[in-house]
């Protein structure tokens, strides 16, 4: 659930009045998600998406992810477009948070993507950086090496309660990661949470990518490697070679992978496995039980994890 913050139909009225969308007609809150809170709007102009966000999110860091939409957009890429009020900002406050509201995409995620759909994530992945290499704002990666650090020492000691032995393993993934992390790639805006939640379908048609609240800027190759982790593993944690294959030719055939990146996939998807399984670890040991933040499984990245460790040539991933 991820509604944390409730509006009322007479404080949203008066926030819409900054902006030129027409009548409120209905709202509703969404349920998906898991970060801040989003309501769907229709307005006499028609469908919006507001959200409200909430502590999780840096303040300073919004004009950079809604103004990366807004020029990644006019660059053509589809994904929503944050709506300016009348003072020509694109956020304001309601109910106490700091509040945007964007255009609504059309579509559903796939819960159950194929080969088709990953050929068209790695296309738009691809799209996506060659659109924001010219973004003038940046952003650092909080979640690189030094910030994985921090969420495995709030969660070492406790480790071992998700699987005994835990604790170990990983503090040997960080000491073989602190000393092959590729120094050197091409870099630009990643998206950096490129999920099946993260990117609507119509049929096999790709209609948007949306959710740009881990964006920064780090090395493509990185943003490629989450892909192949979120995109193309079973629900067995076998990893689809013909997805693989899909994802990383549609992700070539806009944007061709330098050498060194091609050789650097084991070691950042490893780095990328890690990363999900730290988040994911981190909120599994503090955040309560029946708490509004959805919980997920920490293992799922682990089995990944342990996947990458075995890789012995880029190939193995699909790689041409
Ligand atoms: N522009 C949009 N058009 C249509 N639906 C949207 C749009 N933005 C968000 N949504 C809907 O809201 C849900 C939550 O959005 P989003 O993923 O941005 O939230 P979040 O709290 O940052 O979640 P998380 O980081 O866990 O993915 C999406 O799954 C989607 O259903
Ligand atoms: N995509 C993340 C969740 C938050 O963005 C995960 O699956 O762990």
Same mark, same amino acid.
């Given at each position: 659930m991820a509604v944390y913050t409730d509006v009322s139909e007479s404080e949203l009225e008066a926030f819409l009045a900054e902006y030129s969308v027409g009548r409120l007609l209905?709202?509703?809150?969404?349920?998906?998600? &898991? +970060?801040?809170?989003? *309501?769907?709007?229709?307005?006499?102009?028609?469908?919006?998406?507001?959200?409200?966000? +909430?502590? #999780?999110?840096d303040k300073s860091d919004l004009? *950079? $992810?809604?103004?990366?939409? +807004?020029?990644?957009?006019r660059k053509g890429i589809s994904c929503p477009l944050p709506v300016h009020r009348s003072d020509g900002s694109v956020t304001g406050t309601l109910a106490g948070r700091?509040?945007?509201?964007?255009? $609504?995409l059309e579509g559903m995620w796939m819960r159950r993507p194929t080969a088709a759909h990953c050929r068209e994530v790695g296309k738009a992945l691809a799209g996506m950086h060659l659109a924001g290499a010219d973004f003038p704002l940046s952003r650092p990666n909080a979640l690189q090496i030094d910030g994985w650090r921090k969420l495995w020492d709030g969660s070492h000691a406790r480790a071992d309660e998700v699987e005994p032995g835990l604790a170990a393993e990983v503090d040997?993934? $960080?000491?073989?990661?602190?000393?092959k992390w590729p120094k050197d790639l091409p870099a630009g805006v990643i998206h950096a949470d490129l999920f099946p939640?993260?990117?609507? *379908?119509?049929? +096999?048609k790709l209609s948007g990518l949306i959710d740009f609240y881990f964006a920064c800027n780090d090395f493509y190759a990185y943003d490629v490697a989450t892909c192949l982790n979120a995109w193309c593993f079973e629900k067995d944690f076998s990893f689809n070679l013909t997805k693989g294959t899909a994802l990383l030719a549609g992700y070539q055939s806009v944007r061709p992978l330098t050498s060194a990146e091609k050789e650097a996939l084991p070691i950042l998807a490893r780095g &990328?496995?890690? #990363? $999900?399984?730290?988040t994911r670890l981190y909120d599994w040991l503090t955040i309560p039980?029946?708490?509004?933040?959805?919980? #997920?499984?920490?293992?799922e990245y682990i089995r990944r994890l342990r996947f990458h460790r075995r890789i012995k040539s880029p190939s193995e991933y699909g790689l041409r």
């Open positions: 209905s709202y509703k809150g969404i349920a998906e998600g &898991s +970060e801040n809170s989003n *309501f769907l709007l229709h307005t006499t102009s028609g469908a919006y998406i507001l959200t409200l966000y +909430e502590k #999780r999110v004009p *950079f $992810f809604l103004g990366l939409m +807004e020029h990644l957009a700091t509040a945007a509201l964007i255009t $609504f040997a993934d $960080f000491a073989e990661l602190g000393e939640d993260n990117v609507f *379908f119509l049929g +096999e &990328s496995a890690l #990363r $999900f399984m730290l039980d029946g708490a509004l933040v959805q919980k #997920r499984d920490p293992m």
